[in-house]
C-alpha cells in the first residue's frame, strides 16, 4: 500500500466533507459536526492553507488535516501567536493502521518549517501525548475562561513557553457551532441515523475535567 500525504485540490472539498462526516459520525457524539466546522475554516481568515492535508492511500482519499490560526493571551495582555489542527480524520475502516499518525506527524513537520511558534488542541491525551503534546497546565496555559482543562494540550515548535505567566487560549471562532446552521447544512448529505455509545460518554466526561 502506497500512502501520499498531500495538499487538498479544490474540487476535492466536498468529497471530504463527506469523508470527515463518515469519520466522525456517531463516534465523539451522535450524529457529527466536524464536516460544518471544516466547511466553515475553508471560508475563514484564520484558515492556513498550506497546513491543509489530505491522506490518500492507493489512490482513494482516506483522511485530511486542517489548520487554523490561534492565540495565547498572557495576564499582561500581550498575544502570541499560535496554531491549531482540527477536524483531523481518517475513514474508520482505516483506522489503527499508522495513517493518522503518518498525516499528523507529516503536517507537525511543516508548521515548524514554516516557523510556526506552538501548537494548541482539544483532545484526548492518551493519544496526542506520543506526538509530544503535554498538558496545558504544564505552561500556565488554561482556557478562555481562566480554568485549566484535561483536554486542552499544548506542543511546542520553535519557542519557550515562559512557565510563570498565566496564559489563556483563544481558539478559531470557526469551532463554534450553529446548531440551526449545522441542521440545515447536514440536510444536503445522505440521511443516517444517530446512535449513542459508552465511548461517546467517556469523551464528554473528558471534556468535563474542568478545574
Known amino acids: 500500500m502506497k500512502l501520499i500525504i498531500r495538499n487538498e485540490d479544490t474540487k476535492e472539498e466536498r468529497l471530504l466533507e463527506e469523508i470527515t462526516r463518515e469519520s466522525f459520525w456517531n463516534h465523539f457524539q451522535p450524529g ?12 475563514s481568515k484564520d484558515f492556513i492553507k498550506e497546513l491543509n492535508f489530505i491522506a490518500e492511500l492507493d489512490g482513494k482519499i482516506i483522511g485530511n488535516i486542517v489548520y487554523t490560526k490561534s492565540k495565547l493571551i498572557d495576564i499582561n495582555k500581550n498575544i502570541i501567536e499560535t496554531i491549531t489542527f482540527g477536524p483531523v480524520c481518517i475513514l474508520p475502516e482505516y483506522r489503527s493502521k499508522g495513517f493518522g499518525e503518518k498525516l499528523i506527524i507529516h503536517s507537525i513537520k511543516k508548521a515548524k518549517e514554516m516557523g510556526f511558534l506552538a501548537i ?26 481562566g480554568k485549566f482543562a484535561v483536554a486542552l494540550m499544548a506542543l511546542e515548535l520553535n519557542t519557550k513557553f515562559v512557565l510563570d505567566i498565566p496564559k489563556k487560549f483563544i481558539e478559531s471562532k470557526d469551532f463554534q457551532v450553529d446548531d440551526d446552521k449545522l441542521k440545515i447544512f447536514d440536510s444536503t448529505f445522505m440521511d443516517r441515523e444517530k446512535e449513542t455509545s459508552d465511548f461517546q460518554k467517556t469523551f464528554e466526561l473528558l471534556l468535563t475535567l474542568i478545574y
Open 120 to 145: 494548541i488542541i482539544y483532545g484526548d491525551p492518551r493519544y496526542y501525548h506520543k506526538f509530544g503534546f503535554r498538558c496545558g497546565e504544564r505552561y500556565d496555559i488554561t482556557n478562555g475562561d
Open 32 to 43: 457529527a459536526d466536524e464536516h460544518f466546522i471544516l466547511n466553515n475554516i475553508r471560508k
